[in-house]
């Protein structure tokens, strides 16, 4: 069993900051990749940014130069530092964890999601 606690969010204005970030335990061998999605009304989830195991990363076009994913030196933790925040980045942001268990199977978790909003 794999659990991921995700905290952060909040309402803020536009042009101000957030950090999220998603804490993975439970049964890992290793994590294969961690990333962010975000969905608002109506619309599908979409990805934001991702890390894989190597450290590479990965950012949807609409939020490179404002948001930037890292993770803890565990690798166990990922967070989502979003800067210069806009009224269309206003979503549900769900963490996304690919891992990999002691028995050599591959799952995704997702997290429970966290509202952000932002107020023009």
């Known amino acids: 069993q794999v659990q991921l606690m995700e905290l952060g969010g909040g309402l803020v204005q536009a042009g101000e900051s957030l950090r999220l970030s998603c804490a993975a335990s439970g049964s890992i061998s290793s994590i294969i990749a961690m990333g962010w999605y975000r969905q608002a009304p109506g619309k599908q989830r979409d990805l934001v940014a991702s890390i894989t195991s190597g450290g590479s990363t990965n950012y949807a076009d609409s939020v490179k130069g404002r948001f930037t994913i890292s993770r803890d030196n565990a690798k166990t933790t990922v967070y989502l530092q979003m800067n210069s925040l806009k009224p269309e980045d206003t979503a549900i942001y769900y963490c996304?964890?690919?891992?990999?268990?002691?028995?050599?199977?591959?799952?995704?978790?997702w997290g429970q999601g966290t509202q952000v909003t932002v107020s023009s």
């Open positions: 996304k964890v690919g891992i990999r268990n002691p028995w050599n199977q591959h799952y995704d978790y």
